[in-house]
Each structure stands twice: as C-alpha cells, then as structure tokens.
C-alpha cells in the first residue's frame, strides 16, 4: 500500500484552497499558492504557531458527509479514543456505513498503566462495541504516537480493503490524522502531512490520499460532541486535561460523607457506603483535592478558579453551570464512573456505594463495568 500525490485541496485539512476571503477556510495567500504541498493559512498558523482557529465544520456537512459512505463500497476505519471511548464513539455509525465492513481502531492504549493487561483490554471494547450496536470485523488496540500495535492496523487495512477505497471516521481529538500521517510517513515518499493539534475540529473537510492502486485513504472532519469535556473547556485547558504520557492512577481511601474535586472541572461526592478506595484515572497535569463532604460548598465558594483549578474563575463564568447526577454502584462487582472526556473513577471496594458527581450540564457521565 503507497500513497501519491494530490493537488486542489489543502494538503492539511482537506478545506478547497481560495485567496480571496481572509476569514473564510481555505485561506491561503497568492505568495504561497505555488508551494508544495499547499497548505491554507489557518493549518499553517496551526502546524508552526500551534495558534488556534475558530473556523469549525458545520454539523449538517459532516452528518451529509458521512451518510454518502453507506453508497460506496468501501471498508470504514472507526478510530476511538480508549481513554475517552464511549464519549468518541460516533453513535448510530452502522447506519451511516451501511453494510461496508467496520475495522475498530481503538488508540491511546499508550496512556493506560504499562502494567495493564492488553487482552483484558481487547475484551471489554469488544463488548462495549457489541452494546453500542457495532459489528466490526476486527478490533485493533495501538497507539499511533507510540507506535504501539501500527502494523496491526496497517496490515488490517490492507486486508479488509481488498481493493476498495477506505474512509477513516472519528470524533475530535482520536487522532485520526496522526495515524494517517504515520501511513504517510512509512509507507510512502509523499510530502505531505495533515494537520493535527489538540484543538477539535483540526479537518474541515474530506481529505482524499491517493494510494497507488488508484483508491485513496479519506480523511474525514472529526465530528464534535458536546457531551465531552474536551469540547467545552477553553482552549487554554485542554493541555491540561487530554493526557499524552501513561497514567498516573490516584489512590483514595474514603469514608462516607467526602469528597473529591479534581481541579474545577468536576466533584465526586461519596455519600454513602462502607469505607472503600477509589482510584482516579485522570490526565496527570490535574490536581485533586479532599475535604469533607459538609465543607465541599464552602471549599468550591472561596477557592474556585484558584485553589481549585484549571479553569481559572474568569474561564469558569463561560462555562456551563454545574448540575449534580447521583450514581448508585451496585455491589458484587467491578465498576467505574466515567466522565466523557475527563476520565474515570474506579469504584474498588464492590461493597456498592452511592455517588454524587457535579460536571458542567450536558457532560456524559455514567457507571460501567471497570476497564482496568
């Protein structure tokens, strides 16, 4: 499988290239329209300056988009982010897809504890994907930065392709285009990469990368779900809560009646059950802060946005309101909390337990049986 070259489009995004409109995408001066590969102004402000943009693509392109694969014939890579997977699974895929086969690419396995067992991994997506309505015909652990698993995928492509065109699909932030820019960078002397950063909605629009046979690799936008924390944050934030080196798990032994803030982002409120451990799998650049549950409304009213931080009190007045959601863990079992786009909370002591965890309104937040 080798990758060609392509023209028309920027090499980043895949946004058609203009240069009469500044504050429209595909920007790109007259003086660097010649260069190769072309790039818009905005990828290249990303790619050098690390500079965001507020140029976004619209939901109802996307969701169009993504319908026209279900009349293709093609092979569908789901990337997901395992940190984050039920917050960057796109819901309702096999409709969009139709019948073309679904290959689950599951990345960020770099980020979990080197300890971790990998076919204890393999299992619980398999029957998270099962739950979520997807029928793949392989699940596929890696880490593209790392290089952890990359063969897999590539041969896994290969192999279900067959010939066909292959369309990468994903939410924001899965790293799509970090993996397609390995592709590109070891199977191929293209000069080209597509811009990747940490902030959502990096691809604007289908990037088509022609592979030798005549078929191409399409990139498609990330699309933007509210429900995560990742995506109502100010931007300033995000390097603090998308973690890019493995985990660092938090210990805490509670009794009833504490709490935990983790930064200004969220609050777990132990409310009844027996003594127990809880163990935080967070990004490591966030703090954590304990106090007893009867001083957590003072704690939260004098130290909000300092003490307990990220967001500083200024980026909190943008954010959502807090609203509370109380869990009930079942005994006998092994379960998490999970945060969509913040982590999760391993309940350790299956003696059951009732929780009370306030996150900005919207944010999925639910029980599931325990990843680790």
């Not at 819901?91 to 690419?105: A, D, M």
């Not at 799998?281 to 001083?295: A, Q």
């Not at 006998?332 to 391993?346: C, K």
Request: glycine share 8%; aromatic share 8%; proline share 4%.
């Amino acid at each position: 499988m080798t990758v060609t070259e392509q023209s028309g489009s920027c090499a980043g995004c895949g946004v058609k290239l203009q240069s009469s409109d500044k504050e429209k995408s595909g920007y790109i001066p007259v003086s660097a329209a010649e260069r190769t590969p072309a790039i818009c102004q905005r990828c290249f402000r990303i790619k050098n300056y690390n500079e965001a943009s507020s140029i976004t693509i619209d939901q109802d392109d996307f969701l169009r988009l993504l319908g026209g694969i279900a009349n293709t014939d093609s092979l569908v890579v789901h990337i997901v982010d395992l940190f984050d997977f039920e917050g960057s699974v796109i819901s309702g895929l096999q409709r969009f897809v139709g019948n073309n086969p679904v290959l689950l690419v599951v990345n960020k396995i770099d980020l979990l504890p080197r300890a971790v067992n990998h076919n204890r991994i393999l299992n619980w997506v398999q029957q998270q994907a099962k739950e979520a309505g997807l029928k793949t015909v392989e699940v596929v652990l890696c880490s593209a930065k790392r290089n952890i698993g990359f063969d897999r995928v590539v041969d896994a492509i290969e192999y279900y392709r067959r010939g066909r065109n292959v369309y990468v699909v994903g939410a924001t932030n899965v790293g799509k285009s970090t993996l397609i820019n390995r592709i590109i960078h070891d199977y191929s002397d293209l000069d080209a990469e597509l811009t990747t950063s940490r902030y959502p909605g990096t691809t604007l629009d289908a990037v088509h990368i022609p592979l030798d046979d005549g078929k191409s690799i399409i990139d498609t936008p990330g699309i933007v779900y509210s429900h995560r924390m990742t995506e109502i944050v100010p931007r300033s934030v995000l390097q603090a809560i998308l973690p890019d080196k493995p985990i660092k798990p938090l210990v805490y032994q509670l009794n009833e009646q504490q709490t935990m803030y983790v930064g200004a982002l969220a609050r777990f409120d132990f409310v009844s059950g027996e003594r127990q451990s809880f163990t935080l799998y967070i990004s490591n650049g966030l703090e954590v802060h304990r106090t007893k549950l009867e001083r957590a409304d003072e704690l939260w009213a004098d130290h909000k946005g300092v003490l307990l931080s990220p967001p500083t009190a200024e980026e909190l007045a943008d954010m959502p309101a807090w609203t509370r959601h109380s869990l009930r863990i079942p005994r006998g079992g092994e379960y998490d909390v999970f945060v969509s786009g913040l982590g999760w909370m391993r309940v350790n002591g299956m003696t059951g337990a009732l929780v009370d965890v306030y996150l900005p309104k919207g944010i999925k937040v639910h029980v599931r049986r325990a990843l680790i």
